[in-house]
């Protein structure tokens, strides 16, 4: 096969990849770097060349599926394919990027945003194929046959590994995965080895969890963390994710609703919309456990729009998006009225760029002084931060356990930043001798013939 990484950015950035397999050409993910806004957060798609065969979308995170408008544009006649539970959802996150967008062009005064409009969102979904997990797919050309088949990837809903045979070649694409279970949705079932090529993210590369780590101390630290908040007369601000952190922790309020102190929980709304599609999936597909009733019984308030920098709100539980605190949404104006008073916390529960406001929150000591840039305004930080592990993607080692019982012939590292990819390039060629591991160089064609 051959790979190119067409993503931008350091990182993370916008995930998208042309994977040739044999006489196919398939582009996986075309998402937007989030360090990033308007052009410069694209990928290279001028770099596809030829007309691909099939787009794949692994899941609706925006940095992988924030582009895909642009390039269903490029390539008007090519099949989308995707899980059904991501068929649902995605529309909903692409509209919602297309009012960011059209707000940002006033903002920032960028020409060409919106990248695309709520019409081109509509009939791009008309040619998108959803497909069955674990149902293979088969794509033909010339007599020749490519077999896709997409599993569960535990992380978010409808998130999936994507699988390709053709001839003995084998390859998997993690996509973005957690093996762990969440409240509301199953962990990851990727299928076993052996893979001639798999292709892995590398998000939690650099960090390792804890000696007795367990997702449900964390949880309920955190619950303690919020009612000693609110004993204390503070609010707590939770900045998530809309999709996929956001239900997970209503389920995670939902479940200890009788032992939470009394105070009203505020969201906004893409995290609350998503809530409605979620129940939709729940019902239809039984993909995910998430009804819209958890709502009601939380009592969940929509955002008070009269928020000020430096002056605190009414006293709640603020479970907002974005999860990295991205300038001028929900959580970035929320931190602005929170931060001054050392009643408040602000508990970050998942992966932060550490070029976002929520990683350069994570790195201000405490007393040191916080610039909101776009607000115009600059505090001490006095609340509390607190770092809660309860990320939507696999550990270290759990990632290097499935790559060396996969016994691949070759690895490909993605989706982390150098460091994290470094470590897996380390430890594999360690743990794997016999296996070529790569971490790619952007818009690099890499041939990788089979062993
Ligand atoms: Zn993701
Ligand atoms: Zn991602």
């Not at 609010?235 to 995670?252: D, T, W």
Request: hydrophobic share 40%; aromatic share 6%.
């Amino acid at each position: 096969m051959k790979f190119t990484d067409l993503g931008t950015g350091e990182g993370i950035g916008a995930n998208c990849q042309l994977l040739e397999i044999g006489p196919f050409r398939i582009v996986v993910d075309a998402g937007l770097n989030p360090r990033e806004t308007g052009n410069p957060s694209l990928p290279r798609l001028d770099s596809i060349g030829a007309e691909p065969d099939a787009i794949v979308l692994t899941h609706c995170h925006l940095d992988h599926l924030g582009a895909l408008p642009v390039l269903g544009r490029l390539f008007p006649e090519v099949p989308i394919l995707m899980s059904l539970p991501s068929s649902m959802l995605a529309p909903r996150m692409l509209h919602n990027s297309v009012s960011v967008m059209t707000r940002q062009r006033e903002e920032l005064g960028l020409g060409e945003l919106p990248l695309y409009t709520h019409g081109e969102v509509e009939r791009l979904f008309m040619r998108v194929i959803p497909l069955k997990f674990a149902l293979p797919r088969f794509l033909d050309k010339g007599g020749d046959s490519l077999e896709i088949c997409l599993h569960q990837a535990g992380h978010v809903a409808g998130a999936a590994c994507v699988e390709f045979k053709w001839g003995s070649e084998r390859i998997l694409h993690t996509g973005d995965i957690l093996f762990d279970a969440q409240r509301h949705l199953a962990g990851a079932k990727p299928p076993k080895g052996p893979f001639s090529v798999l292709i892995t993210e590398t998000t939690r590369g650099g960090a390792t969890r804890p000696e007795g780590f367990s997702r449900e101390d964390e949880t309920m630290r955190l619950l303690e963390t919020i009612e000693k908040t609110i004993a204390r007369g503070g609010s707590v601000l939770i900045p998530v994710f809309a999709l996929g952190r956001a239900q997970e922790l209503f389920c995670i309020l939902h479940e200890s609703r009788n032992l939470l102190p009394k105070v009203p929980i505020f969201s906004a709304g893409l995290g609350l919309d998503l809530a409605e599609k979620f129940d939709e999936i729940t019902r239809k597909t039984g993909l995910v456990r998430f009804r819209s009733g958890v709502l009601r019984d939380l009592k969940v308030q929509i955002l008070e729009r009269d928020l000020r920098p430096g002056r605190s709100p009414r006293q709640g539980i603020y479970l907002l998006s974005s999860g990295m605190m991205t300038e001028s949404t929900p959580s970035y104006v929320a931190a602005a009225s929170l931060l001054h008073d050392a009643k408040n916390t602000v508990c970050i529960v998942g992966y932060c760029d550490p070029d976002t406001p929520g990683g350069q929150l994570m790195e201000t000591e405490p007393g040191g002084d916080f610039l909101f840039d776009k607000l115009d305004y600059q505090t001490p930080l006095e609340a509390q931060v607190e770092r809660f592990d309860l990320s939507g993607h696999a550990d270290r080692e759990e990632l290097l356990a499935y790559a060396c019982e996969a016994a691949p012939a070759r690895v490909i590292l993605v989706h982390g930043e150098e460091a994290s990819r470094q470590w897996f390039l380390t430890e594999l060629e360690k743990a794997l001798p016999g296996a070529a591991v790569l971490i790619p160089e952007q818009l690099r064609a890499y041939d990788l013939p089979v062993a």
